[in-house]
């Protein structure tokens, strides 16, 4: 039977544009370029070469997000997935993370899937905390933040490298991934890829495809609530030096006059 | 006054100084009681006691350490029933965050993930945290059911508030649907001797500008002659120049330091996402628009390989 792989990838704000909260304090998506999140794109990519090593295996993408998220999507197909799921709903703006992991969780459910793949965090948010959801939500093995990883007869494999000690992890499937950036560097699209994608299916789900109730999502009934958002004051302009043979010196005698030394 | 769980973070019993951040803010919620998993128990309730626990609930079971995360959450989860708490607090490293958002997810509450600063509010705890590369800083609540927080480290400076601290044992039934990840071998990291990186009071860290592994010991003679922890920008780790364990920034360690000395990094926003909440920032790059110099205190611009020695040999004749 066929490995049924589902990369779980998030679109999300251009980490390098000038990004901000909207009035409702939620991100702000209209200002800045969203993207596939880049941390995504080496789940991916693990997703790929899993799919390489095994006898019969399908690649979906699944994203919940607004409509632009159809581009993230895109762009994973075109790195070689082999089909997408969109769930969109208006009543979905503001989730949270818990909100998010309902969903996913009822859509891969929906999917059916045999390997869940997730990025670390993503670069927006990045709590770093859905995949764990997920596995609390499916009931399956967590197998998380690996920096290699491997599937085998029915296991998931894989290293996880901790503050504290780097550990071997094993689990049976169905399991929830998710993978470093240390896992290997993600490929890019070819001319062939982009053009494939654009007659790869894209199915799209409501909430109520998922018999998901309005009021379990969105900003008004999400678990937290942002009452502030100030931007940081820039930092004042400090002193800078140009090393004439005593910069050394002269930033050890700041580092003293600050009680550093 | 309700009472607030904390999650100990400890090496056989030897608490974390992240932990004792956590028990300070915890009192401003009510009354700490830590949650201590493994062995070590009686080591630990000591120092914790010191920090203001008034109880340390403690169980080891062998199912912590042979399976990944979920035997640690099935505990905290029973904790959390034993004490009805008015918030749950847990470290911000990866594997609490992880045992936090299982948490939240079991018994249906909000989570708010590396707050760094936690006060009482009308509504429940205000959590306070540093968003978008910390360009923003936001103020947050969880709005239903318990808050579980978690909290990065450096905080808030650990204050001691003697308390009971009086151990009890705690139930725990690991359920078979937590043993779905064995850890079937554990490598512990060796240690450099240093303080732990996210901890630190000062971080030297060096980039692609060190040029090398054999210049490493540059950057780690200058941290040494401070007492510092080191730190890497992602561009010397992936040249394999030093542990990826030491890479600061958004897919590294996010760090928040009294000092932080940057010799040969540009400051690329996913540099600056895990340093800028930095309180003193100085750099030394030899280019005078490197985005670095925006943050500094204090910047030399100059070659590494000419200030940093300079510097390292004034502050040990400085120190004496
Ligand atoms: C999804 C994602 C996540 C990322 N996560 C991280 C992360 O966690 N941490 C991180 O650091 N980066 C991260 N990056 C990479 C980041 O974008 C930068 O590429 C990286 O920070 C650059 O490292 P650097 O400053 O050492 O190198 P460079 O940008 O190449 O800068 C080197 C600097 O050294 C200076 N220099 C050279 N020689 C000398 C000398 N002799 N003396 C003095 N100065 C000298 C140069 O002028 C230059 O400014 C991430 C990127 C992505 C896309
Ligand atoms: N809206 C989303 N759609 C699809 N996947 C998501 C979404 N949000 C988070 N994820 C996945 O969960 C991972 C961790 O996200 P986070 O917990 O938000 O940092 C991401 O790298 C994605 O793989």
Redesign the interface.
């Known amino acids: 039977m066929s490995l049924r792989i589902v990369v779980c990838v998030k679109y999300v704000p251009d980490?390098?544009g000038d990004?901000?909260?909207a009035e409702d304090?939620t991100v702000d998506r209209d200002d800045v370029d969203g993207l596939l999140s880049e941390?995504d794109e080496y789940a991916v990519e693990q997703a790929l070469q899993i799919k390489d090593e095994a006898d019969d295996a399908e690649i979906t993408v699944l994203t919940v997000g607004p409509e632009d998220a159809k581009d993230a999507l895109r762009k994973a197909l075109s790195m070689g997935a082999d089909k997408a799921v969109h769930v969109e709903d208006d009543d979905l703006h503001g989730t949270?993370?818990?909100g998010t992991?309902l969903v996913l969780a009822k859509a891969l459910e929906h999917v059916g899937y045999d390997l869940v793949v997730s990025g670390?965090?993503s670069?927006?948010g990045?709590?770093?905390?859905?995949p764990?959801?997920l596995?609390?939500?499916l009931?399956?093995?967590?197998?998380?933040?690996l920096?290699e990883v491997k599937v085998e007869d029915g296991k998931v494999?894989g290293r996880?490298?901790?503050?504290?000690?780097?550990?071997?992890?094993?689990?049976?499937l169905p399991?929830v991934v998710s993978v470093?950036?240390?896992s290997g560097e993600a490929r890019y699209p070819s001319f062939k890829g982009i053009m494939a994608a654009k007659k790869k299916p894209v199915e799209s789900l409501d909430l109520s495809d998922l018999g998901i109730e309005a009021d379990e999502v969105g900003l008004e009934n999400?678990?937290?609530?942002?009452?502030?958002?100030?931007?940081?004051p820039?930092?004042t302009a400090?002193?800078?030096?140009?090393?004439e043979?005593?910069?050394?010196?002269?930033?050890?005698e700041?580092?003293?006059g600050?009680k550093?030394? | 006054m309700a009472e607030v769980l904390v999650y100990v973070d400890h090496v056989d019993g030897a608490v974390r100084k992240p932990t004792l951040e956590l028990l300070t803010l915890a009192r401003r919620i009510g009354e700490p009681v830590a949650v201590h998993l493994g062995a070590g128990a009686d080591a630990a309730a000591a120092t914790l006691a010191e920090y203001g626990a008034v109880k340390v609930l403690t169980a080891d079971a062998a199912e912590f350490a042979d399976y990944l995360v979920a035997p640690k959450v099935d505990a905290l989860e029973a904790a959390y029933k034993a004490v009805s708490p008015a918030a749950v607090l847990v470290p911000s490293s990866a594997e609490g965050k992880e045992i936090a958002a299982r948490l939240a997810v079991r018994i249906g509450s909000g989570i708010i993930t590396d707050a760094v600063d936690l006060e009482a509010g009308a509504e429940g705890p205000v959590a306070t945290q540093s968003v978008f590369a910390a360009s923003y800083s936001t103020k947050s609540r969880v709005t239903k059911g318990t808050p579980v927080i978690t909290v990065k480290p450096n905080s808030a400076a650990p204050e001691a508030a003697p308390a009971a601290g009086t151990v009890e044992q705690l139930a725990v039934t690991v359920a078979d649907a937590s043993k779905g990840t064995k850890v079937v071998a554990r490598t512990p990291r060796e240690s450099t001797g240093r303080p732990e990186l996210t901890e630190a009071a000062i971080v030297v860290s060096g980039g692609r500008g060190v040029n090398g592994a054999e210049n490493f010991p540059l950057i780690e003679g200058l941290a040494d002659s401070l007492g510092a922890a080191v730190g890497a920008s992602r561009a010397a780790v992936d040249a394999g120049w030093y542990p990826h364990t030491n890479q600061v920034g958004q897919t590294g360690k996010s760090v928040s330091p009294q000092l932080y000395i940057a010799a040969g990094i540009s400051g690329a926003i996913q540099h600056r996402a895990g340093m800028q909440t930095s309180k003193t920032i100085v750099a030394i790059n030899k280019d005078a628009e490197a985005p670095i110099f925006e943050l500094v205190d204090y910047g030399v611009v100059g070659d590494l390989f000419e200030v940093v020695p300079q510097l390292t040999e004034e502050i040990k004749t400085r120190k004496g």
């Not at chain 1, 990045?126 to 859905?130: E, H, K, L, R, S």
């Open positions: 980490a390098t990004r901000h909260f304090l941390l949270d993370a818990l992991s670390m965090a670069t927006d990045g709590m770093g905390v859905v764990a959801m596995a609390e939500r009931g399956v093995p967590q197998v998380t933040l920096s494999t996880r490298d901790g503050d504290a000690a780097s550990e071997q992890l094993e689990a049976a399991a470093t950036d240390q999400a678990w937290t609530k942002v009452d502030e958002a100030t931007e940081r820039a930092r400090g002193t800078i030096v140009k090393d043979g005593e910069g050394g010196k002269q930033l050890a700041f580092l003293a600050q550093f030394i």
